[in-house]
């Protein structure tokens, strides 16, 4: 809803108002005159005093009701609320070797820098990757699907991902694998790490339910994994280092440790005659209750973040002052990154970061740092140390060693688009880096509009999720979240049983998508937050939104000196935003969740727009099947609907 409409005024009253007010407690507030002051008319003196008080006060409450925003600002501090800082994106890298590199791998070091052209005409997206990489020289050639029977070559539907496919088959019985082929003249790399990293196929929204479970519960996956490798006559076991996927039912990285040398061997299986170096991932015990699905596998590929690597940045020297404030360079900071030091002396020495002074003593080494401005403050003597001035170094005593800065939506670059090495490494094919998806997760940072409607709802929860207004609340600040629906004894797995203890949070991001639908990372990062918040008694699930596709078939009679192209295309435009699912609806809010389409309303957004003489007629279309003319379209709970398309033909009322 509007701002205006949330945030109630300070005080409503108007001059007459109070004038009304005032007269009504003459008699309570001054008895000794009630005798003889009966008239209250506007003739009366005393009545003029309450009416110039009333006009004082009345200009008062208007001055108080235009509070600016930085008041707003200090209020929203006064109360621990800061502007959550913008928050960056994150993407899976591919760093493919040249096939004529003479070793058997390359080494991408940690912090190895990758750009995208940035979609608003600004300065280049740069990721950093998150940790160093052993990129193989060996190419994966071949994907096959055993399902315990046959083989399928399913490599077409890894190298061009589209529908997905199914690495243990539809059933995924025990002793079905998967076999990853590689192409390599040379003998296999030996005693490396080997990751492999798994994209879920994600078409079906169930399969990206993240359960919230208790930090310390061990999760243990359906089926049992075993990695092995072929070593020219047998399979062996392949030391596994660490499965993320949960036996490849979600995205992740799966580490292997590579044989030893020699041991791994080319052999031909199933369909594929060319020889190869295979390993395979089979089934040895347990069973899933459904068959994992995987969009694709790709080798040489790490996570990588919206961030560069600031060192060595010298802030300034301190004064001696107390609550002396310094500036970084670069904005916005990302979280637990800055690592300052200050000299007093006696060297550099390390200050720990903290979100305010008042758990600080005089000698703590403590600063507090916001990630928005890049502004270091330090503590008073009382509440955190204050740093010493140095006198061989005055200009020079505070640096920030390191820190990482980086965010934003405009980091959510499009799939393959992440392709500009920055970083020079040698022997990695510079022409064919890239991301297999969109980059995800970025966030601006918050607008004072948005801090004030969190404000009422984080003090109300206190950051703890007990109603429904909570975790809504919490899950938006958890991630790239702009809605969230918090479903009360629903659980995903018994859709229709109300189940107690149960609660199933639906989060939609942030995102320019028609149908905005949150990446598994997102999912879980709103999960985890959510489990940190929780009561020990609930038990939290998080999930993707489910979506219809509306469409209207509009027949529209335009004015005869309107342009029938520009009533179409704003007719289209209206409808697309009613029915989006950030900025659609009543209030411009985005559809509610479980909203019903009715026929009059969408009737009026038709009619509403300039240029429209008359509609004739109004179809509403939910997933492909048309409702009778004139009813409304019932919509379920938890469910959203969006549109990409309407079908509106407009005419003049008559031909010239």
């Given amino acids: 809803m509007p701002l205006d409409d949330y945030i109630p005024p300070v005080d409503d009253r108007r001059f007459d108002d109070l004038v009304a007010e005032a007269r009504t407690r003459i008699a309570r507030y001054t008895p000794e005159w009630t005798p003889v002051w009966t008239d209250v008319n506007d003739s009366d003196p005393g009545v003029t005093l309450v009416q110039l ?35 960056p994106a994150t993407a899976e890298i591919t760093f493919p070797v040249l096939e004529t590199f003479a070793d058997p791998y390359v080494i991408v070091p940690l912090r190895t820098q990758v750009s995208a052209e940035a979609t608003d005409g600004g300065r280049p997206v740069t990721f950093e990757i998150e940790r160093a990489l052993y990129a193989l020289t060996p190419r994966l050639a071949s994907v096959q699907a055993f399902d315990g029977f046959d083989y399928s070559d399913v490599t077409a539907d890894n190298d061009e991902p589209a529908l997905g496919f199914e690495p243990f088959g539809p059933r995924a019985e025990k002793d079905s694998a998967l076999l990853l082929g590689f192409k390599y003249d040379k003998e296999f790399p030996a005693q490396i790490e080997l990751n492999l990293t798994f994209f879920a196929f994600t078409g079906n929204s169930t399969a990206q339910i993240s359960d919230c479970g208790l930090p310390e519960t061990q999760v243990f996956a359906s089926a049992q994994l075993d990695w092995e490798y072929w070593n020219g006559s047998e399979w062996r076991t392949l030391s596994l280092l660490k499965d993320e996927t949960r036996a490849l039912t979600r995205s992740g990285h799966v580490y292997l440790k590579t044989p030893s040398k020699g041991a791994l061997q080319t052999g031909t299986f199933g369909v594929v005659t060319a020889p190869r170096h295979w390993i395979r991932a089979r089934v040895a015990g347990g069973g899933y209750e459904s068959p994992p699905k995987l969009l ?13 690597t600031a060192r060595d940045e010298v802030l300034g020297g301190s004064t001696g002052r107390p609550n002396q404030v310094f500036r970084l360079a670069n904005t916005p900071v990302l979280s ?19 979100g305010d002074f008042f758990g600080s003593g005089p000698e703590d080494l403590h600063y507090v740092l916001n990630r928005t401005s890049g502004e270091v403050r330090f503590g008073d003597g009382v509440n955190g140390r204050i740093p010493v ?22 980091g959510n670059v499009a799939a393959a688009s992440i392709k500009t090495l920055l970083t020079s490494v040698t022997g990695v094919d510079d022409a064919k880096v890239g991301n297999l998806l969109a980059a995800t997760s970025g966030r601006d940072e918050e607008t004072l509009d948005e801090a004030k409607k969190r404000a009422p709802l984080t003090i109300k929860s206190k950051c703890r999720a007990v109603t429904n207004e909570d975790f809504e609340t919490l899950a938006m600040q958890a991630a790239n979240v702009k809605r969230a629906k918090s479903l009360p004894l629903y659980h995903p797995s018994f859709p229709g049983v109300r189940v107690p203890g149960a609660v199933t949070v639906i989060v939609v991001p942030d995102s320019g998508e028609p149908n905005p639908t949150p990446s598994e990372g997102t999912i879980r990062t709103v999960c985890a937050y959510l489990n940190q918040r929780r009561l020990l008694t609930t038990e939290v699930y998080v999930v993707p939104p489910t979506y219809k596709q509306v469409r209207i078939k509009a027949d529209v009679i335009a004015k005869n000196n309107a342009d029938i192209a520009e009533v179409k295309e704003k007719i289209e ?39 429209v003489e008359r509609v004739e007629s109004v179809i509403i279309e939910l997933d492909g099947e048309e409702a009778p003319e004139c009813r409304d379209v019932p919509i379920d709970d938890g469910i959203l609907v969006y549109s990409t398309e309407h079908e509106v033909t407009v005419n003049y009322s008559f031909e010239e």
């Fill in 336 to 354: 637990g990154t800055l690592k300052l030091e200050v000299d007093e002396g006696d060297g550099f020495r390390a200050w720990a970061a903290v």
């Fill in 573 to 611: 435009q209206a409808l697309l935003d009613y029915f989006h699912p950030l900025k659609g609806g009543e209030d411009k809010q985005g559809w509610p969740f479980g909203g019903n389409i009715f026929f009059s309303r969408v009737y009026q957004q038709v009619f509403s727009v300039t240029g």
């Fill in 389 to 410: 001035g140095n006198v061989n170094n005055v200009r020079a005593n505070i640096v920030a060693r390191e820190y990482r800065f980086g965010g934003g939506k405009r």
């Fill in 53 to 87: 008080f009333a006009w004082l006060t009345e200009m008062l409450i208007y001055r108080l009701g235009k509070v600016p925003e930085l008041n707003y600002l200090k209020f929203l501090q006064l109360l621990g609320i800061e502007l959550q800082p913008a928050e």
């Fill in 296 to 308: 694709a596998v790709r080798t040489n590929t790490v996570n990588a973040i919206q961030a560069e």
